[in-house]
């Protein structure tokens, strides 16, 4: 069987210059995902808010809940 080493096998041909770019690319990558809220999400929390907005915290979860779990997923794309 055989083994592929990934970028291990291709290391010893790269100059630290361009290892240093692809780290810098695979970091920028993982932020640029980590911002990305799709249009569903929005909608999801837009919703929530809605109902949480119009029971007025008579239900469970309370608006405070929600508005709690809104900022953490805000939070989480800066």
Avoid: Y
Avoid at 20 to 40: G, P, S, Y
Avoid at 62 to 74: G, Y
Wanted: aromatic fraction near 6%; hydrophobic fraction near 40%; glycine fraction near 2%.
């Amino acid at each position: 069987m055989i083994r592929d080493r990934g970028r291990i096998k291709w290391s010893a041909m790269m100059l630290p210059e361009h290892v240093k770019m692809l780290r810098e690319w695979a970091e920028e990558e993982k932020r640029e995902k980590e911002k990305t809220i799709d249009e569903q999400a929005w909608e999801e929390c837009d919703e929530i808010l809605s109902q949480a907005i119009q029971s007025r915290g008579r239900d469970n979860p309370s608006l405070l809940v929600i508005l709690f779990h809104l900022h953490l997923a805000w939070i989480s794309i800066d």
